[in-house]
């Protein structure tokens, strides 16, 4: 984008262009993509599973304490795409508003619940100069009780909606479009076809074989509602029986 472009109009959160664009916001979605990630998550029929890729960017960091997939409540795991520091804060906020309903309310707050009160927080920080907007993306999944399994994504604007399947990060459009052609095929996935699909987009994108190192899967299941990341054994399985159909 040229300076003229936008002609200052960037220089505050607050102000419109005469477009009715707010620059700043535009910012915020071209910043998830500066850590160079892509991640993808796809609701089954009996399962939500979230795939990342996980990038150690020094051979001294311990890879255990690099990760993108959080547990908000035990049941709902939340994948995060973008600036890590925001998305720690954003993950913690999540938390407490979380806790906060469990407190008020006497039971666990529901998927939809907690990604519409985090979206209108980012919502928040779009209006008021004091705050800016956060250069995360934040994909929520759980099970619930009546509606079974649920998957939703809120980005830095306040927007939040509902997904059988979705991406963030520098490979989206790509990771969509292969989603949709796949999902329009079947829709109705299983636990193994999920993750399948979600490691095969991941691959296609990449462009890469993956290895069960460079990938983090996050998974709850109808059997299990608890939220749980896949061990390397148990990634290195399901990349296993992939290349053995391939």
């Given at each position: 984008m040229s300076r003229t472009a936008s002609a200052g109009f960037d220089r505050d959160i607050t102000i419109f262009s005469p477009e009715g664009r707010l620059y700043q916001v535009e910012y915020a979605f071209k910043a998830i993509n500066q850590g160079g990630l892509t991640t993808v998550a796809i609701r089954g029929t009996d399962c939500v599973v979230a795939i990342a890729q996980k990038k150690i960017p020094d051979k001294l960091l311990d890879p255990s304490s690099v990760t993108h997939l959080h547990a908000i409540t035990p049941t709902v795991g939340c994948l995060m795409t973008?600036?890590?520091a925001d998305?720690?804060?954003q993950v913690q906020r999540a938390r407490?508003?979380?806790?906060?309903w469990k407190y008020k309310f006497g039971y666990d707050i529901p998927v939809d619940a907690i990604c519409r009160r985090v979206a209108d927080i980012s919502q928040v920080?779009?209006?008021e100069a004091e705050m800016r907007p956060l250069g995360c993306c934040m994909i929520l999944f759980?099970?619930?009780?009546?509606?079974?399994?649920?998957?939703?994504?809120t980005d830095?604007?306040?927007?939040f909606c509902g997904f059988r399947a979705t991406s963030a990060g520098v490979k989206q459009?790509?990771?969509n479009n292969f989603l949709e052609k796949r999902i329009k095929k079947k829709a109705d996935l299983n636990f193994d076809?999920?993750?399948?699909?979600?490691?095969?987009?991941l691959s296609s994108v990449l462009s890469t074989d993956l290895k069960p190192n460079e990938i983090e899967i996050g998974i709850v299941t109808k059997d299990n509602v608890q939220f749980r990341v896949l061990t390397e054994s148990e990634v290195e399985q399901h990349l296993t029986r992939i290349a053995e159909k391939e």
């Open positions: 973008g600036m890590v998305s720690r804060w407490y508003e979380a806790a906060s920080y779009t209006q759980g099970m619930d009780e009546e509606k079974g399994p649920m998957l939703y994504k830095p604007a306040g927007y459009t790509e990771a076809e999920a993750i399948e699909l979600a490691i095969s987009t």
